[in-house]
């Protein structure tokens, strides 16, 4: 399948009639040319949702809910091609595309829903006689720009949420999972959204980004993906509405009162997910030292016993695919070979798995003995790894959670609700999880990084980005 823009309504390759060629993590095969657009490309896409926004703002907030609906509907009826698709262009298990998929309708439905119950104010006024209206009102045409890890739901997260709100859009995704990302972009354009309210531009971010987040038409960002990336884009969007929601290195952490056999469970499910490929990965590995022998033993009979079973992600045995693109795959060798320079200990994995069609196909990694200073310990990894750090008390895992510039999400396990709301208390993080994995988060709930972190800025998730996607207009009646 090919992939075009789609601008104002209508399929077109970009404007030079540029193409790059999408090619499977899993097998290496070529899945097919995606138009390569350019500035000019963006800033038509810019024009045409300018253009629609007067029309779409007016709409009723029941008449874009329907519009809403029959996206979700549209991508319900093609969850199988949707999910492969998945699988294909980002390697992800395909079990793991269909509940991504059935997230991804999830989050439309309730955007429709959240829109129309979008409401203002009646505060009292000072002066006798007067009323005063506080009335949400859409901002304008949102540029929307998702990374690669989950292709369907994170688009969903302010794609959504923006066009119930009455703003038009112009989505650019990772090219990594553009081809993907395409066929979800033909869903919305068959749920016959007026012309404009929706545009798709594919290319470089560092040209078609850019564009988007610096046009003078564009009255807001909502943006998912690194830390790096999205410090540029803040500062090019100066002045504008921003939504960005950026890198963790969320620990896991495990005290000596846990319940070991559920922490083990968690974290195959925080550090394996998804390949590890996640601001939501448990990244770390907080572990009280006189548990430490137990729990890693616990997590390397899991592991042995198949619960992060490489292979091929179309295969129904499979549960961890290949990784994404070369540059994480090049991440997870530096942080390994690191770590075991520093000391620890390769329980598991530990090196790149060969037989496979692509060098992408990383094992589970489980270390043992990870220095707190080490690579794994400190940068985000995004690969499947459990770098375990010994601790010897709560206050140590508040102090190193702490000490991380990110500042999104951590999670803990213990017996005693009083430590595990302490850590909540202390935790300079936008999301904790008490005996829960840290990959755990339901779509309705705010989602987002703390203040003064890397993690971001702003919420996502049910009627929270509508914060950052609409004014508040006063009106004030004699």
């Not at 997230?103 to 203002?120: Q, T």
């Not at 990302?181 to 404009?196: F, I, K, N, T, Y």
């Amino acid at each position: 399948m090919s992939t075009d823009l789609f601008v104002g309504g209508s399929w077109r390759g970009a404007r030079t009639g540029a193409t790059f060629l999408a090619t499977s993590p899993a097998t290496g095969e070529e899945l097919g040319p995606v138009a390569e657009g350019d500035r000019a490309d963006a800033a038509a896409a810019v024009a045409a949702a300018n253009a629609a926004f007067g029309a779409w703002e007016r709409e009723t907030a029941f008449e874009r809910g329907r519009c809403l609906h029959r996206v979700a509907e549209v991508c319900a009826a093609r969850r199988d091609e949707l999910a492969r698709a998945a699988t294909l262009d980002q390697g992800k298990p395909l079990a793991e595309s269909c509940d991504e998929v059935d997230e991804l309708v999830a989050m439309w439905h309730a955007a429709a829903e959240d829109g129309v119950r979008l409401e203002g104010s009646i505060p009292p006024s000072s002066s006798p006689g007067k009323r005063v209206l506080v009335l949400r009102r859409p901002v304008g045409p949102v540029a929307v720009i998702t990374p690669w890890n989950w292709p369907y739901t994170m688009p969903a997260e302010i794609v959504a949420p923006a066009l119930a709100a009455g703003n038009t859009v112009v989505w650019t995704p990772a090219p990594s999972t553009a081809h993907c990302s395409g066929l979800l972009a033909r869903c919305v354009a068959e749920a016959d959204l007026p012309p404009g309210v929706f545009n798709f531009v594919t290319g470089p971010g560092p040209v078609v980004g850019d564009e988007l987040v610096g046009h003078p038409d564009v009255a807001a960002v909502g943006f998912i993906g690194s830390t790096a990336t999205g410090l540029q884009i803040a500062r090019r969007a100066a002045g504008k509405r921003l939504l960005l929601e950026m890198g963790g290195n969320g620990p896991l952490v495990v005290l000596e009162d846990a319940d070991l056999e559920a922490a083990a469970d968690a974290a195959v499910v925080g550090c394996f997910l998804c390949a590890g490929q996640s601001c939501t990965a448990g990244e770390r590995i907080l572990l009280h030292e006189r548990v430490r022998e137990e729990f890693v033993a616990l997590l390397a009979a899991r592991v042995a016993a198949g619960a992060a079973q490489l292979g091929d992600p179309l295969s129904d045995s499979t549960t961890l695919g290949p990784l994404n693109n070369e540059g994480v795959a090049a991440k997870m060798d530096v942080h390994v070979d690191d770590a075991v320079a520093r000391g620890a200990r390769v329980v598991a994995g530990g090196q790149r798995a060969a037989g496979f069609p692509t060098g992408l196909y990383w094992p589970a990694t489980v270390l043992d003995g990870v220095p707190a200073d080490a690579l794994a310990a400190t940068e985000e990894t995004f690969g499947p790894i459990a770098p375990i750090i010994a601790i010897d008390s709560l206050q140590r895992a508040i102090a190193l959670t702490n000490a991380s510039p990110y500042g999104l999400l951590a999670a803990i396990f213990t017996a005693d609700l009083r430590n595990g709301l302490r850590f909540a208390d202390e935790a300079r993080t936008g999301l904790v999880n008490i005996n829960e994995t840290t990959n755990y988060w339901e779509n309705h709930l705010p989602f987002g990084g703390r203040a003064g972190s890397l993690s971001g800025v702003g919420r996502v998730g049910g009627r929270y980005p509508f914060d950052a996607l609409t004014d508040l207009q006063t009106v004030v009646i004699g």
